[in-house]
């Protein structure tokens, strides 16, 4: 049995049934509790800067866990450039401890984005000889340290009574088993595993051998999972897969999705680089579900995030998303 999550961008546009921030926001609430409801294993937000998208993932969160009882709640993912570490292990272990210890958070240095060297307005820069991707990996170092309990600050004897290392507060002791790397090519799967992290890989690869892209995310996973066992961690990984799944058994799915075009993997220049991306899954239930059956990352991973067009609302995504759960979920062998 796989875990089924859903992904959402939180885009919001004037003239769409998600015209503004706020309207995205609540609406994300809102198919979450949809989601759980028709069996659903998680809601997941996508994190962007600078961008009509969601940005700021623990009050939303948090209000999320309000409204639900047992759905997974986590991001795909932060981008650990922008972030103030150890601000972050607070905000992470308090929406933790409010969730019932439900949280999945996923993290990574981040994709490409509209602002040029965005960190640096949030005040984080490179150190001398640094990457942004090493800054972003200092700042996962001291965001886990931080909530393994590690002291991070020298206590004050005069207001402690005592001298020694002050750890962040709250602490949600079991969460730091619940961290995701977002890895967008095998050798940062490799190092994942090394780092005891989860492995979260989304329907784009930031690298191309020309293999289909199900094979070489497959070839990723198995990596990790190599790496992870000689590593010697002692719990087992997770692992997740993100793909876009558009069920077809209405007219609106078939006036909205019927004609789609990207059936096929896609290789194009990205960052700097070549990259290849993840064909779309549109079509009658049974058909998806056979195909998805042969998707060889599909079958490794044991998480599998649903892509959602968020900006057709609650009703639209509570239907697709119920659809993947009884239409295509049996099929495909997830349930």
Avoid: C
Avoid at 167 to 182: K, N
Avoid at 191 to 207: D, I, V
Avoid at 286 to 295: G, K, R, T
């Amino acid at each position: 049995m796989k875990k089924i999550g859903f992904l959402s961008f939180g885009h919001h546009q004037p003239g769409t049934p998600t015209p503004t921030a706020a309207e995205a926001l609540r609406q994300m609430v809102e198919l979450a509790v949809a989601a759980e409801e028709v069996g659903v294993d998680g809601a997941f937000v996508r994190v962007h800067h600078f961008a009509p998208q969601f940005a700021t993932p623990f009050p939303l969160l948090a209000a999320m866990a309000a409204r639900t009882s047992r759905i997974e709640l986590g991001t795909g993912v932060i981008d650990m450039r922008y972030e103030n570490p150890l601000y972050m292990a607070e905000q992470a272990a308090a929406t933790d401890l409010l969730s019932g210890e439900r949280l999945q958070l996923g993290i990574s240095r981040g994709s490409p984005e509209p602002a040029l060297h965005g960190a640096s307005a949030f005040g984080y820069a490179p150190d001398d000889g640094e990457t942004e991707a090493d800054m972003a990996r200092r700042h996962t170092a001291i965001f886990r340290a931080a909530l393994n309990g590690s002291g991070v600050v020298r206590a004050d004897p005069q207001m402690t009574g005592r001298p020694g290392m002050l750890a962040i507060q709250p602490q949600s002791p079991t969460l730091t088993e619940r961290i995701w790397w977002g890895s967008g090519t095998r050798a940062t799967a490799k190092w994942t595993a090394e780092q005891g992290m989860n492995l979260m890989s989304s329907t784009l690869l930031t690298e191309d051998t020309g293999v289909p892209f199900d094979e070489l995310q497959a070839e990723q996973i198995e990596l990790f999972r190599e790496a992870w066992k000689e590593a010697g961690h002692l719990r087992e990984p997770r692992v997740s897969v993100s793909r876009s799944v558009i069920p077809i058994t209405t007219d609106t799915d078939r006036r909205f999705f019927g004609r789609e075009r990207d059936s096929e993997d896609q290789v194009g220049w990205l960052d700097g680089g070549l990259a290849r991306f993840g064909k779309t899954y549109a079509g009658e239930p049974d058909v998806i579900a056979e195909q998805l059956a042969e998707d060889a990352a599909v079958q490794a991973a044991d998480t599998i995030l649903v892509t959602v067009p968020n900006q057709l609302g609650v009703d639209y995504n509570a239907h697709l998303l119920e659809s993947i759960v009884r239409d295509v979920a049996p099929g495909a062998g997830w349930r």
